[in-house]
């Protein structure tokens, strides 16, 4: 069974980083997409980044362009998000997520998620 579990979110100013990582375990991620998404309260999931098995395709929500980088180490079965110059929008619960394939990037085309961590910027 597909386990994936996240951390390093937390508290952090306005223009500040942070480094979300995603462990994954319970099957072989050979081939699979790994990303992040994130929600508000009252709001839809939305798409935050991705990354292909092979790590050279990479896909980001404008909202985070410039701004975000995701990465992967294989060998691990970690995902990463490095986040930089983070703003108060950016406050939400994020999710680490993985799909066999994906044909579309947004939060409704993956099936096995994390628990969630959240990430609040103050301003």
């Known amino acids: 069974q597909v386990q994936l579990v996240e951390s390093g979110g937390g508290l952090v100013q306005a223009g500040g980083s942070l480094r979300l990582s995603c462990a994954a375990s319970?099957?072989?991620?050979?081939?699979?997409?790994m990303g992040w998404c994130r929600q508000a309260p009252g709001k839809e999931r939305e798409f935050v980044a991705a990354?292909?098995?092979?790590?050279?395709?990479?896909y980001y929500a404008d909202s985070v362009k410039g701004r975000f980088t995701i990465s992967r180490d294989n060998a691990k079965n970690t995902v990463y998000l490095q986040m930089n110059s983070l703003k108060p929008e950016d406050k939400d619960v994020y999710y680490c997520?993985?799909?066999?394939?994906?044909?579309?990037?947004?939060?409704?085309?993956?099936?096995?998620w994390g628990q969630g961590t959240q990430v609040t910027v103050s301003s």
């Open positions: 997520a993985a799909e066999p394939g994906l044909s579309y990037y947004t939060a409704a085309d993956f099936g096995f």
């Open positions: 319970g099957g072989t991620f050979r081939g699979y997409y």
């Open positions: 990354i292909s098995w092979s790590v050279s395709n990479t």
